[in-house]
């Protein structure tokens, strides 16, 4: 999608801090981070573990917003008002952002989690919510959706990602999880789909939650850069390009 001197850009980006995963293993290779904010999973500790780290690394940091359901870890659909959902989505990001300055560096980007992230894609009123709880953080989100032309219309950065360890159906939706084909778990077939979904998009996501996330992540970056991807973050020093 973007390119330095001629070679394609696209950034890695995975779902840190949501206690289910190595952190630290998957820092190492990814260039962006979602940092689940504490309502679908993820502590104080957990924020500031990946906090402190991404600025070590020069990993990019992301909210990553979701309904306040710990129990379904933010995946089922919650009828929550617009005017409750921006107000938690303004909890959330402002924690992130407490923490991630008190470690020397700043919140990027907004991601929605889970069922919230399909809802937005589709419901003005939940998007809606998410962009005035989100404040001017670029968003990051599926093509087609209606939030990224919401926040374009408000004048706020998108950048357009894809999920090699997900399936995706004829129309370029993802398969429903509990499908047959939603996940895919062979790292060299995920890697196969991020090359593919990279010409398309900024940014390629691995789900941190999956057994295999970390070596699913070194597969897919080794892809990218043997098929000529430089490997980088999607947003520049302000967060705003």
């Known amino acids: 999608m973007e390119r330095d001197r001629g070679r394609l850009v696209v950034d890695l980006n995975a779902d840190l801090g949501e206690e289910v995963t190595d952190d630290a293993a998957l820092l190492a290779v990814v260039t962006s981070a979602n940092v689940a904010c504490g309502f679908h999973a993820g502590t104080t500790e957990t924020m500031r573990f990946v906090a402190a780290e991404a600025v070590r690394l020069g990993v990019v940091i992301g909210a990553q917003v979701s309904y306040d359901d710990r129990p379904n870890f933010g995946r089922v659909v919650r009828d929550v008002h617009e005017h409750v959902l921006r107000e938690q989505v303004a909890e959330q990001v402002g924690v992130l952002q407490e923490i991630v300055a008190t470690e020397g560096g700043a919140v990027t980007y907004v991601k929605p989690h889970g069922a919230l992230y399909h809802r937005v894609a589709v419901d003005p009123g939940q998007a809606a919510a998410v962009l005035a709880g989100s404040g001017s953080l670029p968003v990051l989100g599926l093509p087609g959706a209606l939030i990224l032309d919401l926040a374009a219309a408000r004048g706020r950065a998108t950048r357009l990602e894809g999920f090699p360890d997900r399936g995706y ?73």
Do not use: K
């Not at 084909?181 to 090359?195: M, N, S």
């Not at 970390?214 to 098929?227: D, G, I, Y």
């Open 169 to 241: 159906r004829g129309d370029g939706s993802l398969v429903p999880r509990g499908e047959p084909g939603a996940l895919l778990d062979d790292h060299g077939q995920i890697a196969d789909q991020a090359v593919l979904l990279a010409e398309r998009v900024h940014s390629v996501c691995v789900h941190g939650d999956s057994p295999g996330a970390v070596r699913n992540a070194q597969a897919v970056r080794r892809a990218l850069q043997e098929a000529g991807f430089l490997v980088r973050h999607c947003w520049d020093s302000t967060g705003l390009g």
